[in-house]
């Protein structure tokens, strides 16, 4: 299956500060998601991150707050915006179209803390 | 929509016991099913998966049949292992996209 790497791998920021992750994959894939797990909690998806268009976010986030981008086929960014406290997750890439479309292989996920 | 439950953790068990992780499903369609296991500090791993009724999916010694007639999807071990120690993730997928996960069950296994 793809290696699939996030950077950075964890981070303490402060509020109303931004914070931007990146997911690398070493092979060209279909689809790449951004993933939030809050501490405790299992995994909401955020969006679908498309190559060469806007993001597709899930109910109950936006573009403003959680802005992708994803120049090509093996890269993509989750941009988390003016964050708060309630932000400390953490946050997975997930990606298909290695072995089977409708099986997602995770990164290992960015830790973030907000103060 | 579609939603899955799993039993509430945490789980303790001793190790070489016998484990069952009950997860049941509300769908429409046959979804394809997932075990995912997150190891302490780590991320998401699938564990097995099953695609349609009464397959089975099999991975380091874990089973789980798909059942339509339950919905359900259990997650089994006969013998546990301490390195078995992790939160487990069942989901579905939903549509041709998005994975909808259960809440977790964290397992932890004494020598």
């Known amino acids: 299956s793809a290696v699939i790497s996030q950077k950075p791998s964890r981070d303490i920021c402060q509020r109303g500060t931004s914070l931007t992750i990146q997911c690398q994959v070493d092979?060209?894939?279909?689809?790449m998601f951004w993933y939030r797990q809050q501490p405790g909690q299992s995994l909401t998806l955020i969006a679908t991150?498309?190559?060469?268009?806007?993001?597709?976010?899930e109910s109950g986030f936006v573009i403003d707050k959680f802005p992708i981008s994803r120049p090509n086929l093996t890269f993509s960014t989750l941009t988390v915006s003016n964050m708060s406290p309630e932000d400390s997750s953490i946050y997975l890439c997930?990606?298909?179209?290695?072995?089977?479309?409708?099986?997602?292989?995770f990164g290992p996920g960015t830790r973030l803390t907000v103060l | 929509g579609d939603s899955v439950t799993q039993m509430e953790g945490p789980v303790t068990l001793s190790e070489e016991a016998f484990l069952t992780i009950n997860c049941t499903y509300t769908?429409?369609?046959?979804?394809?099913l997932f075990w995912y296991v997150q190891y302490p500090g780590e991320g998401l791993q699938l564990l097995l998966k099953?695609?349609?009724?009464?397959d089975k999916g099999s991975n380091k010694g874990f089973e789980a049949t798909y059942r339509k007639e339950t919905t359900s999807f259990h997650l089994e071990k006969g013998s546990v292992q301490v390195s078995d120690s992790a939160v487990y993730f069942c989901?579905?997928?939903?549509?041709?996209?998005?994975?909808?996960f259960g809440q977790g069950t964290r397992l932890t296994i004494n020598p």
């Open positions: 997930s990606v298909t179209g290695t072995l089977g479309t409708d099986t997602q292989y």
């Open positions: 092979s060209q894939v279909t689809m």
């Open positions: 991150a498309n190559q060469g268009s806007e993001a597709t976010y």
């Open positions: 769908a429409t369609g046959y979804p394809s």
């Open positions: 099953a695609t349609k009724a009464d």
């Open positions: 989901a579905l997928l939903q549509g041709a996209q998005k994975l909808v």
